[in-house]
């Protein structure tokens, strides 16, 4: 939720997570400039990055967990207060993934999903 408050001619925005479960990013960025892997920490990283935002943040364990017992990829981060999870490998590898991420998280767990996007 987003409000606006007008302070002396300045927007100040006030964010707020609200509860529930929900994947609210589910993004696949298939062939990243190598520069990107190293802006994002991911050391000795190949291949296509997957991207995961999830609320509530814990839920992010689960992903990371799921991810790395469904294909080959690696964990590239994991934030468990934020609910950020980094997975990389080969495009088909990530895909099927976050693919069966999704599947725990919002058909068995009951979060609310988000489309897979691709860049």
Do not use: W
Not at 21 to 50: E, M
Not at 93 to 113: E, W
């Amino acid at each position: 939720m987003a409000e606006s408050i007008e302070l002396h001619d300045k927007a100040r925005i006030i964010q707020e997570f609200v509860p529930g479960k929900q994947v609210t990013l589910c993004h696949v960025i298939p062939s990243p400039v190598p520069a990107l892997y190293a802006k994002l920490g991911l050391v000795d990283a190949h291949g296509a990055i997957g991207i995961f935002t999830i609320t509530p943040s814990e839920a992010a364990m689960i992903a990371a967990d799921v991810a790395s017992k469904a294909a080959d990829v690696t964990i590239g981060f994991v934030d468990r207060f934020n609910g950020s999870l980094l997975i990389t490998g080969d495009v088909a590898s990530v895909q099927a993934s976050m693919k069966d991420v999704m599947d725990v998280l919002c058909t068995q767990m009951g979060f609310a999903p988000t489309p897979m996007t691709k860049s």
